[in-house]
């Protein structure tokens, strides 16, 4: 130390007090966030009667680890935990795809392109489309007969209705329509996405969940990266469109490397959303399509109470994926995600 | 063909959003709203549908599920009464200002929507809850919104700003304070119960200590509502903490040294300076994760299948319940109340909160 | 040199602008622009900031849609074209370099969405390197180049193709002064060698006398003169014209025509020929100008400053409210406060309606 005890602190600088107090809390909050992931991994290596005989703390102190639990869930159980595992796997990864490709692709030109839509146009689609499901829900109309209807009345009146008033929309509107999903809690829409499901017979497959997580998520997607689709100066893009290259060709390559920071974060959040997905997957999959988490929640079912330590093994299983996913686009994350969507 | 291709591209661009958007949500909301109002019963093969009218809400708000959803009414007490009608003027003394100020019929309405709302909540506050009745689904989905978001927005807004100031080891206490949000919800309802058990769990110790040894909280309705809030709160604090500090950090530094020579103190600075540029920022990560509360469905369902009781039962869970039991009718109404509050709360928090902030800067 | 090169490829053309004009919702960006840019030919759009000579540009790129109006390059209409099928190349303000590709691919991209077979590619991507001397850059990433280097290789992706025309949006604004000079002379000297028509925007009237065959002066979305460096210099048609060109700009006074001689405050010049006109106002150039003892001049004003610039010294007067500036030789010395004669040849004046701003031609 050699600055002197009674010279002023330097701009920016902390007295020691404070200081003291700020780690303290940060501390304890470090504690309170480690201690239930430090009790989950020990749970894990317990055997029932390390759990069932009170609170034990220390391995090898306390208790002796085993990895009974370990080989119950993966060598008795093993076709149950792989069967979920491989089909949570397989639909976070398409879901996460589907929408981010989509959703980007929206985003995108969404950011580049000026439409304006007719508000009374897509009324009379409302209508339209309402008037269809009153039809075939309440007076058991035959579904592709009112469809069909539906759809030829729509072209065929779309144009004078559209003229009949104008009020246009801007992408603006488009942008808040699409990111507003958002706001539906999915138990309002999953009664009819079941009964739709079931009527295709596509209930408890894996395209089911795959497409429905897709939509779901995809407001995530289109709001972060339009976000981050308006950063990219549009110099670009347009020297490119002059030197030939056509909107697909840009987006492909000159916009998507660009915005890799963007995507590896937006990637990242759909894919732990629809990893941990729960109530649509209730509803949608039975078995064939059983997702993680419907497999652990089911663990609370058995007869004898919950099983300590088979579900922290398998808790832990579910959360290693997301982790290693985390450090892999570690480095994207600060710069993607957070500046883009803290700007908006 | 080709020209045709790039004069289109961006509506086809735009289109597979909007389809699967129609496909998955718009439809199914309207079926849903038509599911609201009909009665449906399965038969062989499929199921048969009958309008039914408001029967399915009816049931819900003044009918035999009346306690579950609202909760138990009865003569108001007298905090109810007082409490009721400070409300009430509050809220008269609101609108009567807005009118004399700058009337709009748009805003007139929309703000009437947010008045019969917020009376409504209010008098449904005081007719159970400080009338000493239980109070249903509807308040505890509140309670889990307004406690848990306020806990959450606190304490992930000061570790934010504690992480913020240039510390040693500042990098290492943001990794740690990240890891909640990678655990499954699933996981954090299971980690939680394991960590409550008071026989079992690790502060066994401390409950016999205090004389709790036998008791369970999963049997006491505060003590199950306030374990999930926290166990909610371990989940999305650093949530609010990512987003805070990347706000806090985007505040240029020189204006926080300018205020300084300027002689303004931490507090001073804290309020002065900085709060006023991350405020936007707050208020829509406040909004992000109020919208997102009020779909709270897997930790009450995992941590006490909304026991004791429907101490613990979000609207969300209760739809869910009313359809396992197939009664589709009524499992879609509720969903669309809580549609319908979520929406009027939300939009009036943007409206009146996030766009008057955004409104007022220059 | 105005040998024709044997580089020179791609067949110039000319383009052809009538009455083009641009709405943004009820601003009219672009005021019944015409103009006739031939083939091989230098055309310069000058006009300070929100003049609407980027939207120009970017009008003629197909980068903004054509309100009403009509565009040709060559013979062919392109005013719904898109911007791929318009054969144009055009250099950003930005440069807009591909940050995640090298210089090679950079300048090759246009060449890649050609499908060009990859011998023939590399051969011209070489080519067009060496014309701007980036050979041995190519494989660096543009973030690692120097602001010269990557206006080179924007020069180089837009040649690389053999455009029929060019398009240049400020593209030396980003460079350091000593930077531009030379990049100025290199460019003059490309496009001399490739005859390839072009266009350029800027806003510094230097580079426009410098670079142009003719300039295009810009004002509010409207054209205000179209001639050669020297013409709209020494022969602008308006007081907008006139005020912008040149630096020190020109000197302004006052005053009324009244019978073939010009009065204003403290001066009065004959001026044969012109009309008579309540409200005139005369300009004259620093440089037609000398400092002469007070009452020898045609006009007698207080020194304000003496500015040295190294190859000349400015005498900056106060006469009322105007400043007057007269461009001396270096070594000039005069009093700072002092009074003193301006004195030119009132032969070189021109003179402007107030009201209109336009210029008082003699009559005959």
């Not at chain 1, 993966?74 to 076709?79: E, G, H, K, S, T």
């Not at chain 2, 209010?122 to 406690?147: C, K, Q």
Request: aromatic share 12%; glycine share 8%; with cysteine.
């Amino acid at each position: 130390m050699s600055r002197g005890l009674f010279e002023p602190r330097k701009i920016g600088q902390m007295a020691p007090a404070s200081k003291v107090a700020l780690y303290a809390i940060l501390l304890a909050w470090s504690l309170f966030v480690i201690f239930p992931i430090y009790w989950l991994l020990i749970t894990s290596v317990k055997t029932p009667a390390a759990v069932n005989e009170g609170p034990f703390f220390l391995p090898w102190v306390d208790f002796q680890p085993s990895l009974h639990a370990w080989r119950d869930l993966f060598v008795l159980d093993f076709a149950d935990t792989v069967r979920a595992y491989v089909n949570s796997i397989v639909i976070a990864l398409s879901s996460t795809a589907l929408s981010v490709l989509v959703g980007s692709m929206a985003a995108y030109s969404l950011s580049r392109i000026a439409f304006a839509p007719n508000l009374i146009t897509i009324l009379y689609f409302l209508v339209l489309l309402i008037g269809a499901c009153v039809a075939i829900g309440v007076f058991g109309a035959d579904l592709w007969l009112t469809l069909a209807v539906a759809v030829a009345l729509f072209f065929l009146l779309a144009r004078a209705v559209g003229q009949l008033y104008t009020v246009r929309l801007q992408n603006g509107d488009i942008l808040f329509w699409i990111i507003s999903q958002r706001i539906l809690a999915p138990i309002v829409v999953v009664v009819p996405i079941y009964i739709m499901f079931q009527s295709v017979r596509l209930l408890d497959t894996h395209v089911a969940l795959i497409l429905t997580y897709a939509v779901v998520n995809m407001p995530i997607v289109v709001w972060l990266m339009y976000d981050f689709f308006n950063s990219i100066p549009r110099d670009l893009e347009e020297s490119a469109q002059l030197d030939g290259a056509t909107m697909i060709m840009t987006f492909r390559e000159i916009v998507l490397p660009l915005s890799r920071a963007g995507l590896s974060a937006t990637t990242l959040l759909v894919m732990i959303f629809a990893w941990n997905e729960y109530l649509f997957a209730l509803f949608l999959s039975t078995s064939r399509a059983q997702t993680l988490p419907i497999l652990v929640a089911a663990m609370n079912a058995g007869e004898r109470g919950i099983l300590w330590w088979t579900m922290s093994v398998a808790i832990i299983i579910m959360i290693i994926p997301v982790v290693v996913l985390a450090i892999v686009l570690q480095k994207y994350i600060s710069k993607g995600l957070l500046v883009g969507a803290v700007k908006g | 063909m080709d020209q045709w291709l790039d004069r289109h591209m961006g509506r086809l661009f735009l289109a597979p959003a909007v389809v699967l958007i129609l496909v998955f949500s718009i439809f199914p909301l309207i079926a849903s709203l038509i599911l609201a109002f009909s009665r449906v019963r399965f038969t062989g093969g499929g199921f048969r549908m009958r309008f039914a009218g408001w029967r399915n809400f009816d049931k819900q708000i003044f009918g035999s599920e009346q306690f579950h959803l609202l909760g138990t009414f009865g003569p108001l007490s007298l905090l109810g009464w007082i409490v009721g009608l400070a409300a009430t003027a509050a809220l008269i003394y609101w609108i009567v200002r807005y009118c004399r100020s700058h009337f709009t019929v748009v805003g007139f309405v929309g703000r009437m929507i947010t008045f019969a709302m917020a009376l409504g909540l209010a008098w449904l506050f005081a007719a159970t809850l400080l009338s000493g009745r239980p109070f249903g689904t509807v308040g505890t989905t509140l309670f889990y919104v307004i406690v848990g978001c306020g806990v959450q927005f606190l304490i992930g807004t000061a570790l934010a700003f504690a992480c913020s100031q240039h510390i040693a080891g500042s990098r290492t206490f943001r990794v740690i304070f990240f890891v909640p949000m990678m655990i499954t919800p699933i996981g954090v309802g299971y980690i939680f119960r394991m960590m409550a058990d008071t026989t079992k769990g690790p502060f066994a110790g401390v409950w016999q200590w205090v004389g709790l040894g036998d008791w369970s909280w999963a049997t006491d309705p505060w003590a199950a509502r306030i374990f999930i809030v926290v166990a909610d709160s371990w989940q999305w604090i650093p949530f609010v903490f990512i987003m805070m500090l990347a706000a806090f950090e985007s505040v240029p530094r020189d204006l926080n040294e300018a205020a300084e020579i300027d002689g303004a103190g931490k507090w001073m600075t804290f309020r002065e300076i900085i709060w006023p540029q991350v405020l936007p920022i707050a208020a829509t990560v406040m909004l992000i994760r109020v919208i997102e509360a009020f779909k709270i469905v897997d930790l009450p369902n995992i941590m006490t299948s909304g026991g004791p009781g429907i101490a613990t039962e979000s609207v969300s869970l209760q739809a869910y319940y009313a359809w396992r039991s197939l009664d589709l009718g009524s499992a879609s109404a509720i969903a669309y109340i809580l549609l319908f509050i979520t929406v009027v709360i939300c939009v009036s928090f943007f409206n009146l909160v996030v766009l008057a902030r955004v409104r007022a800067k220059p | 040199m105005n040998a024709p090169s044997s580089v020179m490829t791609a067949a110039a053309k000319g383009i052809s602008v009538r009455q083009m004009n641009k709405y943004y919702g009820a601003f009219h960006a672009l005021k019944d622009l015409s103009l006739d840019v031939d083939p091989g030919e230098f055309l310069v759009l000058l006009g300070p900031s929100g003049c609407g000579k980027s939207t120009a540009l970017r009008m003629i790129a197909g980068l903004e849609s054509i309100t009403s109006g009509t565009l040709t390059i060559g013979d062919r209409d392109v005013t719904e074209v898109l911007p791929k099928y318009r054969d144009i190349a055009m250099v950003f303000q930005s440069y807009a370099l591909y940050p995640h590709k090298t210089v090679g691919e950079n300048i090759g991209f246009p060449l890649k969405v050609a499908k060009t077979p990859k011998a023939e590619m590399e051969a011209a991507i070489r080519a067009a390197a060496e014309q701007v001397e980036l050979q041995d850059l190519l494989e660096r990433l543009p973030g690692q180049l120097s602001g010269g280097q990557r206006q080179r290789v924007a020069l180089a992706r837009a040649i690389v193709r053999r455009p029929s025309v060019f398009l240049m949006d400020e593209p030396l604004s980003n460079l350091d002064a000593k930077l531009r000079g030379n990049m100025r002379a290199e460019l003059k000297h490309m496009q001399n060698t490739l005859g390839i028509t072009t266009v350029y925007v800027t806003h510094d009237q230097i580079e426009a006398m410098t670079l142009a065959h003719r300039v295009a002066i810009m004002k509010d979305g409207e054209l205000q003169q179209l001639g050669t460096p020297k013409e709209v210099y020494s022969n602008p048609s308006n007081l907008f014209v006139a005020g912008f060109m040149g630096s020190p700009p020109m000197n302004f006074v006052e005053g009324a025509l009244k019978d073939g001689v010009f009065t204003g405050p403290g001066i009065s010049l004959p001026a044969p020929g012109q009309a008579d006109c309540p409200s005139v106002t005369v300009g004259f150039r620093p440089e037609d100008c000398t400092v002469v003892a007070a009452g020898e001049g045609q006009l007698d004003a207080l020194v304000y400053t003496l500015e040295m610039t190294g190859d000349q010294s400015l005498v900056t007067f106060r006469a009322g409210d105007t400043p007057l500036v007269v461009k001396m030789p270096k070594d000039f010395e005069v009093a700072v406060d002092s009074a003193a004669g301006i004195s030119f040849d009132p032969g070189a004046a021109c003179y402007f309606d107030v009201s209109t701003g336009r210029r008082l031609r003699t009559a005959g």
